[in-house]
């Protein structure tokens, strides 16, 4: 075999959150970088954040993605509670889990659906599904639309949403469309299977061993729990960034991150290896057979994690609005100002950690950790892996470059990177 | 008749507004492909060229020069142009650096000479002539349909 150097790009990937380049260089036939380019333009939400009221700044920074909206408001709205030892009511912590169940639902169809499906299908868009499979369009746009009818019936929008709020929510749930709801979620389970079972019988394979890190909660709720990871790690929330160790990759500039010094990874995948026996009662009986998966070092189960949790989010959510009975509450305030605190969440992606300080009721800084930046290490270490398998110099150039593509960006859409929180958060090196 | 050819477009912004797009989509998408493809949308297809458009919808802020170099080269392209969101009919929120005061700029003057930022964050029609505009943060769903569907 002869060997030779290329150069690959991709010219921004689609079908994954927000928008990036990836350079891949072989030198002597093996792999010798893999960069990944965020193209976004940066938008300085660490200077917008300066001198703003406290009360304002968790919707100002839902701004920071469009996808994962929800996810960077409730992580805010933590932090800012823990900040200022605002304790809010059982109420509202129900209403919070119920809007990151929301969330999960159409977040994990989105990806599900229209950017992993084409991949296994082998087309461009799931737009061009052939006619004897179209009803998955159909089922596709149904688990949405409930996902975004629970988001507008409990915090006003699916993105942005305006009622969740530091101390509370500001608007009452209208109970007349609480049975609508239910039987809208119950309506889905049947659809849920179907793609369930899709990715259960789907035979893309890259195991790898790491640490997987993720929240730990009793009722899979994504929001309070202790830190814990595959390795055996317990640890508060508060402490999670004494475990962290940033690292700036080489070439790219990028910053990725070690937990405990070794490499690890962070989303759905994590979460059903570290807490599967919390998932509910009702998906445990019906996904049996796809729990059983896991725990799971292939990367690529991800994908089937996140249509367990699709289930999962339904489950919680119809026993949520079956058994509470939704009051009017005034929003708790503040008994200080002044603080500095950690708020921690799972936002659909993994771990996301916001630690924020405060005086006189006026943000000082907001400092921040996404799942993306997490799993940038992994990400580009199995990206060089399959790259280094599917080189064969014996085979036409552009025989195995266009299969490097296309296994690459399967690879990069199984990990559902957001450039978008990437863009600002990542520290790559502008070019 | 021929199918409308249809790009959505994301500049500097949080692409809050296309993935509400695909929220719309859920009760609107399968009627609309009867009338237009969408050619162009880098959350569910691959990329293309960007060329021979109906209607382009766009959100974000223009605020860098290749984010310039971008809108005008869709708006060359493209029978209908529309501001898709706040951020591309007013600049805000993704253009807030341009209420940024002095101390707030002087942490970001550097970035913003580095990588070829514009003095200001801009509307859509700071630069090119927009056709509609659809308001909202994220994209008000009615108000998107009304103006889509008056082009389709």
């Known amino acids: ?431 | 008749m021929a199918k409308k050819r249809v790009g959505v477009f994301s500049i500097t912004c949080d692409e809050g507004c296309s993935i509400y797009l695909t929220e719309i989509f859920n009760k609107k998408l399968l009627p609309w492909l009867e009338k237009c493809e969408f050619v162009y949308f880098l959350s569910i297809k691959d990329h293309t060229d960007i060329k021979d458009l109906d209607i382009a919808l766009i959100e974000g802020v223009v605020t860098s020069q290749s984010d310039k170099e971008l809108l005008e080269k869709i708006r060359a392209n493209a029978k209908t142009l529309i501001a898709m969101g706040t951020c591309a009919m007013t600049t805000l929120p993704s253009g807030q650096r341009n209420n940024f005061n002095l101390d707030q700029m002087s942490q970001i003057a550097d970035h913003l000479l580095k990588y070829h930022f514009l003095p200001k964050a801009l509307a859509l029609k700071d630069v090119v002539r927009v056709d509609d505009n659809i308001p909202g943060c994220p994209i008000i769903p009615e108000k998107f349909v009304e103006v889509f569907e008056k082009y389709l």
């Open chain 1, 1 to 431: 075999m002869h060997t030779c150097d290329l150069d690959i790009s991709i010219n921004k990937l689609s079908k994954i959150e927000g928008h990036a380049d990836l350079d891949i260089k072989i030198r002597d036939g093996k792999v010798e970088d893999v960069s990944l380019r965020v193209m976004e333009n940066v938008r300085f939400f660490n200077q917008a954040v300066q001198g703003m009221d406290y009360k304002n700044v968790p919707q100002l920074v839902s701004h920071i993605c469009g996808t994962c909206s929800i996810a960077h408001l409730t992580a805010c709205i933590e932090a800012v509670e823990k900040t200022l030892d605002i304790k809010p009511t059982p109420q509202t912590i129900m209403l919070r889990k119920l809007t990151m169940h929301s969330l999960m639902i159409r977040d994990h169809a989105l990806h599900l659906y229209f950017f992993v499906l084409p991949d296994l299908f082998g087309l461009d868009s799931v737009l061009d599904v052939p006619d004897d499979k179209k009803g998955l369009i159909h089922e596709a746009l149904h688990i949405k639309e409930a996902g975004n009818n629970l988001s507008n019936l409990i915090a006003g929008r699916s993105v942005h949403a305006p009622f969740e709020q530091v101390g509370g929510f500001s608007n009452e749930v209208d109970k007349s469309k609480i049975p609508a709801m239910i039987e809208e979620l119950k309506s889905i389970r049947p659809f849920v299977m179907n793609l369930t079972e899709i990715f259960y019988n789907c035979q893309w394979e890259l195991k790898r061993k790491t640490n997987f890190v993720a929240i730990v909660s009793d009722d899979f709720s994504y929001l309070e729990g202790k830190i814990k990871s595959t390795s055996g790690a317990v640890i508060e929330e508060k402490d999670f960034w004494n475990h962290l160790h940033s690292v700036v990759l080489p070439y790219s500039q990028a910053q990725g991150f070690e937990f405990e010094g070794k490499d690890y990874t962070v989303g759905a995948l994590s979460r059903l290896n570290l807490n599967k026996d919390a998932i509910h009662p009702d998906t445990k009986r019906d996904m049996k057979k796809y729990l059983d998966v896991f725990p799971s070092e292939n990367v690529y189960h991800n994908n089937l994690a996140q249509a367990i949790e699709i289930m999962n989010s339904i489950d919680y959510s119809i026993e949520f609005l079956s058994k509470s009975d939704f009051k009017k509450e005034a929003p708790v305030q503040p008994p200080k100002l002044t603080g500095e605190g950690v708020g921690v969440i799972e936002a659909p992606r993994g771990t996301l950690y916001y630690w924020m300080a405060i005086t006189d009721g006026k943000v000082r800084y907001v400092n921040l950790v996404i799942p993306t930046a997490q799993n940038l290490i992994n990400m580009r270490d199995d990206v060089k892996k399959i790259v280094g398998d599917i080189c064969n110099f014996n085979q036409p150039v552009e025989t195995f470059e266009k299969q490097i593509k296309k296994e690459v960006e399967k690879l990069i859409r199984a990990y559902d990177p957001c450039m978008s929180c990437a863009s600002h958060f990542l520290k790559i090196n502008w070019i």
